[in-house]
């Protein structure tokens, strides 16, 4: 049975079971509040946390318990330690008007002690929280430009600093020991801005940093770790450039044995989104003008798969690695597709319109998608997916309510294991699913296509292939321009440039063989030949593209109506 769901709206904090249930928590205690402005698990799902505009709360999820209660109700974020034994709370930071001193508003309350061990002054609302290991080791936080490093939780004791100039971003690599950190420096008076990894403690200037690449172009960057901490991808990004209104993007590979190197995107465009599979030995990247291309690339920072083109904006991973669902949300239409990643085979298609958040369920094979205020205030709502593309329950709010967060209840690595699709849990699946949501608007058509069943498209999709595998050339497929030029440089061979009698054609004429032209001593007659020679061999190729099951233009299917009369008026300036 999958993880219960936690929501948090206008009607204050609910759970509701995961599938096949899906019905209310009975044992759950709700809180109505109307001021619930945040709400948090832990790592393993043990304990779930919330703020209601007066206190906050930290339940145990077993058996739905208060753990403790915290005098702290303007709390905007939360978040637990990897272990769950400290929470922190983050608040709007003000100025006492008396002393014209700062008030601390980063709060580290010790679940175990149930008292708060620490209080710092974080102003800004971005990157606000502490970074740890995922084994708590050491705790890391960015400090008027350099790194704190505190170790075992200690907060009253700086176990060490990293000093790079004006660091503005770090990475903490959650796994080891060995500990392993990356920190951006902004480029300034014409400097370039530049990424380093260090292995911790050892910050002994630039010397010590295992890896270092610098770039001009990067007014923002976006660092991810892979799981095991080895490799990092560094996406850069400007605000603006002479190319582009929406600025230029790059993407790089850094390492912890010193390799770095670009990352080579196949499509011109924006870089939509980048995502580490599980597994950490492999990353997928979309990217390019719509429709977006989606290609996976491994250790080496080679493609290995290419996932073709679509309408998708982003990619998630389930927690297991073995299912890719690439998606299509914000000014898309929230197009799902799932990718078995062992056979690199599409598995599944549907949609999930009006989406503003998605999350994998811990098992591996549910989705949620949800609709939620303040980025949509209408049909705000959540929905269950399985990853066979049906979905089992739809729930939509009042119109007068809104729906703000909606997020499945973590689970401890090795609970659920790996999941196996088959033909018989698909078709189970499929027997309690509910009908697909409508879709509220037709695709586009252009003017000319108004009114006729002839299909148009905006846009030549691609289909999945490996970069790395020499396609061979199909024989019932039809030859290139090019290709049909050297086959017929190849036929002609050492003849080639002498002068060949041309027979009459027929109602049967052949425009991928054309013979030899012979001149028949009359300007305006040879032009006349020509033209209408040229003509029948473009009806001609436009016979084989209908042949192959290319739709043809409305303009186009009258062309191939005229090749009765042109090959008629051809025969008689011939025969004249």
Known sequence: MAPPIAFRGSDGVWMVNGPPDLGTRPNFPEDKSKWCKVIAFSSDGSLISWCNGEKTLIVRTSDYKQVAQIDKGKVNCLKFSPKGTILALWENYTVDRETNQGNPNLHLFSVQSGEIIKSLIQKKQSNWDPKWTDDEGICCRNVNNELHFFEGNEFDTIKTKLHMQKISTFALASSGPPYHIAGYVPGSKGQPSFVRIYKYPNFGGPQAALANKSFFKADDVQMKWNKTGTALLVLTSTESSDKSYYGDQGLHFMAINGECSLVNLSKNGPIYHIEWSPRATEFVVVYGFMPAKVSLFNMKAEPIFDFGTGPRNLAYFNPHGNILCLAGFGNLRGNLEFWDMRTKKLTAQTQSPDTTSFEWCPDGQHILTATTAPRLRV???????????????????????????????????????????????????????????????????????????ASIKLHEYEGPSDPNKKVSQDPNKPLTKNQKKREAKKAKGPQEGQAKAEPAPSSGYNASEPAAFTSSGDPEKDKKIKNLRKKIQQIEKLKEQQKSGKQLELNQIEKLKTEGSLLQELAALEIS
């Open 379 to 453: 049909a705000n709502g959540y929905r269950i997916w399985h990853c066979s593309g049906n979905m089992l329950q739809q729930v939509m709010v009042d119109k007068e309510k809104e729906l703000w967060e909606a997020v499945w209840q973590p689970a401890a690595e090795g609970v659920y294991p790996t999941p196996v699709i088959t033909a018989s849990s698909v078709t189970a699946v499929a027997a309690a699913a509910q009908p697909q949501p409508e879709q509220k608007a037709q695709a586009y058509r252009p003017p000319q296509a108004r009114g006729t069943s």
